[in-house]
């Protein structure tokens, strides 16, 4: 095996922790306790422990020294309970003649190095780089501690870093501390072996266990008596540790240890908890660990909240937790923000978004997993841990956002996975986290929870009305809603009359540039025409604020478009201006956002997707007008854009002006003064699909067996409680069976045959691939006859057809095709691709004809003609990597594109998992396996593995790429302050973001591999003797 990865000081201790504390509990008791009672459990460890075995296997291929000391468990166990046998009796001796001339090497190590610290230091230095079978402790039984206690025993170990750690005010029993600490840490680290340069694993596994052998062989027979009478003791302590940790308490910080707030503090600038949050974190269901949704206005801090109530889940419960955000952008910026306290506070942070994440995640022995997932992830998590019955180990879910449970189909997706959580493991705790609600009652009854609301805001918002020129205080409890407060003071030229009619910039010039500024628009035109409209009368003195650092951000927006720049951008960048809407690339949206946090820019016109959970305050939030594309405001959307305003830290107050004509005076006091909406079940939501689904899942994975079981299932989802409003004319029951009779006909489930059950049902080979790849229920069909025919006659010399198979359905109906654009593009095609073309139903006649306008009398298939026109945008995207000139090329913006891009990705990783499941499509595997990479790093291939780091992406990759961070390893060993001076515009912040995120992605692979190596050598069970 590569050990590459043990360059790193950090990573090699971390992984010497993982091969050794894979070992059982009974282990540590054993070398504490007298040798009677050790005799004993080795005997109870030979027959249970398979690790004992799959050793024993190890040394049919190694020599007789090596045998039987193949662990320093199982030797200390051994000694005693191997006593009657003669020939181990032998094989022992062998090993003590080995172990002795071992031990005059270490002596002379230990002797040598003693006297000179320098010469300690080193040794632990070189340990640090040492290979994975390295000692990290002398004394091995502390290997078997769960990671927090292996922590302490570190401490112990080492004094200083006691300190430093302040695990003196942790609730951790002082006794086993004072008996410990009698070690002198010197002595401990001298013992350490030297290490050597990398080996073969093969060679590793040699001298650990010769290694093992040497050590035991040092424990004399006094020293044993000692260790005896000390193991009392020990034992005693060991006890209290466990007692302490299984109440779930490690320390003084809400039960976690005084590090998790000094981390805050650092990594977050957090200095102390709200006087809600302190409540909140007291309420008697977190300490029962009951179900809880708590609810606060925007930027009321609900995060930290969730996110130390996570760390108590991993750290003292030793539980995995998921924490389910409702976007993409936001995963990855939280995979890039909890990182840091991952590598911290020892545990995984894996990444579930678009096609990252694994299904079913990778079994960690050593370390507890945050999973932070997508809705859609996290259903196809939950999902994959019930198929392999792991589900017992998500000790805690939390979901941000709960209102999504009304989104639509991503509302019913998030459904699903809560009512399953609910139903097949009845010990997780559920935590709700949600802007004001209108009916917080059903979501209660409905995942069995408690309620905390509070109204804090950390800053005072003052909601204000603009009607002609005067500004209106918002006062929903007065009769008429709003109080005049004052004039608006402007002096506006008729010409400047005539472009601003509606004031916007005397409301911003009140504020900017030394404060910032949001402004929401109804469209993303109007985000553009905003912005450039406002730089047009800007003084001229606003180009020289902050003037330099404006330049850097064009450089980089121009570089990231390879060399192209959007020209509404670079208008309005060099003013402090920018517009910020879905059309623009993600790299582009990451600067503009960046400098705005930063104050280099001061103000973005917006869409109201920049007031979802991305946390960009401003000192002012304007609202253009109450419209979101053609529709009337809703109360939820008001909230969430007002609730932006006032920074926490920085502005005593907050404002926000909503811009109103006279025809919308009426409804605008419905929406200031209105109660919060509801949030409905969308199971029944676009043809009951969700429902369809649903029960296409449970019975695939034999959560529900029959028709009774699936009611039953039911009658635990949201959607039960809302049954009299959601569906008044038929009953959920109702609705159920007939939903299963759908599925029946549409061939997904049938009657199971053989099984002892009645009325039993079984989901179909095409059912278990819909649910498998989470397809679409409508477009199940289809797929399977669309991959059929593909492999017919799969044109495999270009990536054409395959990137048709995998171009998402649901998108077609999103973009109309240019037939000229298509024509043209079309006949760049090569003559074998354009076969493909027609054998799928896309002849070139028929494009030709459309471009020239003439009227064709064949019929055509829509859905095809769409879909190849899409195919051929990710067909060109794939070969030239340039998003800038397709999406030039097809007219289409940029930031359609990238979404085109990113869901044909997530798409290509669903269609994978639906053929996977059908044997008649075993060549897709590879293909696609390939395609979905291609797909979700569509850059010079030396890019991938930079793009690899959560949130890093294309143009940061590109910079890095060229200061000479070329791999993850590279990354993961950066120094933050060099990585600032390396590469332009990257602040500390976000460099420390950068190696966090590259250490964790780098002890994620290793310790996958680390997992494979450890599954090849175990013996099985069940291994015929
Ligand atoms: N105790 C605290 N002291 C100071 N700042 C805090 C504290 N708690 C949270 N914050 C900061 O407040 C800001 C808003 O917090 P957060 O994003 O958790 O709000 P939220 O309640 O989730 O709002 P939204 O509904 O908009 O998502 C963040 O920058 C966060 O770091
Ligand atoms: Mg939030």
Redesign the pocket.
């Known amino acids: 095996m590569n050990t590459d990865v043990d360059n790193s000081c950090g990573i090699a201790v971390k992984r010497n922790a993982w091969s050794s504390k894979k070992r059982s509990r009974e282990g540590v008791r054993s070398n504490f306790t007298p040798a009677k009672k050790r005799q004993s459990a080795l005997v109870e460890k030979c027959i249970a422990n398979p690790e004992h075995s799959a050793v024993s296997q190890i040394k049919t291929e190694e020599n007789r020294v090596e045998q039987c000391c193949s662990d320093n468990e199982d030797l200390f166990d051994g000694y005693d309970s191997i006593i009657g046998d003669s020939s181990f009796l032998a094989k022992l001796e062998d090993v003590e003649q080995k172990a002795e001339q071992h031990d005059v090497v270490t002596t002379n190590v230990c002797y040598d190095s003693l006297p000179s610290k320098n010469a300690v230091k080193q040794s632990c230095e070189e340990d640090l780089t040492d290979s994975i079978f390295t000692e990290e402790f002398p004394d091995t039984s502390l290997r078997d501690f769960p990671s927090s206690q292996l922590a302490f025993q570190q401490d112990v170990s080492n004094p200083q870093r006691q300190c430093s750690l302040g695990m003196e005010s942790t609730s951790t029993p002082d006794v086993k501390h004072s008996k410990l600490t009698s070690v002198p840490a010197e002595t401990l680290n001298a013992k350490k072996p030297v290490p050597k340069a990398r080996r073969s694993m093969t060679d590793q596994l040699k001298r650990a266990m010769l290694e093992n052998a040497g050590t035991s062989n040092r424990i004399s027979k006094t020293a044993l008596q000692k260790e005896a009478a000390m193991s009392e003791e020990i034992s005693v302590a060991m006890q209290t540790i466990e007692s302490v940790s299984k109440e779930g308490d490690l320390g003084p910080f809400f039960g976690l240890p005084s590090k998790v707030k000094d981390l805050i503090m650092r990594l977050?600038?957090?200095?102390?908890?709200?006087e809600w949050?302190k409540a909140c974190l007291d309420l008697d269901s977190v300490k029962q660990r009951t179900n809880l949704i708590y609810s606060?206005?925007?930027?009321?801090?609900?995060?930290?909240v969730a996110e130390i109530l996570i760390f108590k889940e991993l750290l003292c419960k030793k539980k995995d937790a998921m924490l389910i955000l409702p976007y993409v952008a936001l995963v990855q910026e939280k995979v890039r923000g909890l990182a840091s306290f991952g590598i911290e506070l020892d545990f995984m942070v894996e990444e579930y978004a678009g096609s990252k994440g694994k299904f079913p995640p990778v079994k960690r022995r050593t370390k507890n997993s945050l999973y932070i997932t997508t809705l859609e992830k996290g259903h196809s998590l939950v999902n994959s841990l019930i198929e392999t019955k792991r589900l017992d180990n998500i000790g805690l879910v939390v979901v941000?956002?709960l209102h999504m449970l009304g989104d639509g189909s991503r509302g019913a997706i998030l459904e699903m996975t809560l009512a399953k959580l609910l139903y097949s493991n009845k010990s997780s705790q559920i935590i709700g986290?949600?802007?004001t609600l209108g009916n917080i009652g059903d979501l209660q009854r409905f995942l069995r929870a408690e309620n905390y609301t509070n109204d804090f805001r950390?800053v005072e918002l003052k909601e204000y009305v603009k009607l002609r020129d005067s500004i209106y205080e918002v006062e929903p409890k007065e009769e008429e809603c709003f109080r005049f407060s004052r004039l608006l003071a402007f002096k506006y030229s008729s010409g400047m009359q005539k472009m601003d009619p509606d004031h916007i910039i005397a409301l911003v010039t009140e504020v900017i540039p030394q404060q910032s500024c949001l402004v929401f628009c109804a469209t993303k035109k109007n985000c553009e025409n905003v912005a450039g409209m406002i730089c047009k009368y800007l003084h001229k003195d606003f180009l020289r604020h902050r003037e330099k650092e404006k330049a850097n951000l064009l450089a980089e927006l121009r570089n990231g478009g390879n060399g192209s720049l959007c020209p509404v951008l670079q208008r309005t960048v060099p003013f402090g201006l920018a517009y910020h809407h879905s059309g623009l690339t993600t790299d582009e949206r990451r600067l503009v956002e960046e400098a705005y946090s930063s104050g280099v820019l001061c103000l973005l016109a917006c869409t109201s997707t920049l007031a979802a959970?991305i946390?960009l305050?401003a000192r002012r939030v304007i609202l253009r007008s109450p419209y979101v594309g053609a529709d009337f405001l809703k109360r939820s959307q008001y909230k969430?854009m007002v609730?932006?305003a006032g920074r926490?830290?920085i502005d005593s107050v907050g404002e926000s002006i909503l811009i109103l004509q006279d025809k919308d005076k009426d409804m605008v006091k419905k929406l200031v003064s209105a109660p919060m909406e509801k949030c409905y079940s969308n199971l029944l939501h676009d043809g009951s699909k969700g429902l369809l689904s649903l029960i296409l899942s449970l019975i695939g994975l034999n959560v529900t067996r029959s028709a009774e079981q699936v009611v039953d299932f039911m009658s635990g989802t949201l959607l039960s409680v809302q049954e009299t409003q959601a569906c008044p004319q038929k009953s959920l029951k109702e609705l159920t069976l007939e939903s299963i009779e759908i599925l029946k006909q549409k061939g997904l489930i049938e009657a199971a045959l053989d099984t002892p059950f009645e009325a039993s049902l079984q989901v179909t080979r095409l059912g278990r691939a819909t649910y498998k790849g989470s397809v679409d229920l409508s477009y199940c069909d289809v797929l399977y006859k669309d991959l059929s025919k593909g492999l017919e006659g799969l044109l495999l010399n270009s990536f054409l057809h395959l990137v048709y198979l995998v171009t998402p359905y649901d998108l077609v109906s999103q973009c109309k095709p240019d037939w000229m654009i298509y024509f043209t593009q079309f006949a760049k095609l090569s003559p074998a691709e354009q076969k493909m073309a027609a054998t799928i139903g896309v002849p070139e006649s028929f494009v030709a004809r459309k471009a020239a306008g003439q009227s064709v009398r064949k019929s055509v298939d829509t859905l095809v003609v769409n879909r190849l026109y899409l195919a051929l945008v990710l067909y060109f995207l794939l070969r030239e990597t340039n998003l800038w000139s397709v999406s030039d090329r097809f007219q289409l913006t940029r930031g359609f594109v990238q979404t085109l891009l990113s869901s044909a990705s997530a798409f290509c990783s669903c269609v994978l998992h639906f053929t996977e499941e059908l044997e008649e499509f075993w060549a897709y595997k590879a293909l696609l396996t390939e395609l979905t990479r291609r797909l979700t790093y569509c850059v010079q291939a030396e890019l991938i593995p930079l793009m690899e780091v959560a949130g890093v992406m294309e143009l940061r990759a590109k910079q890095l790429y060229n200061a000479g961070y070329k791999t993850l390893a590279h990354l993961a060993n950066a120094d933050p302050n060099v990585l600032v001076k390396k590469v332009e515009n990257l602040f500390k912040k976000q460099a420390n973001q950068i190696v966090a995120s590259a250490k964790m992605l780098l002890q994620e692979k290793a310790e996958a591999l680390q997992e494979e190596f450890d599954d090849l050598l175990m013996l099985p069970v069940d291994l015929p003797s």
């Open positions: 977050k600038g957090i200095q102390d908890l709200y949050q606060l206005p925007t930027s009321g801090g609900k995060t930290l941000d956002e986290m949600s802007a950390p959970g946390n305050p969430q609730g932006r926490a830290g």
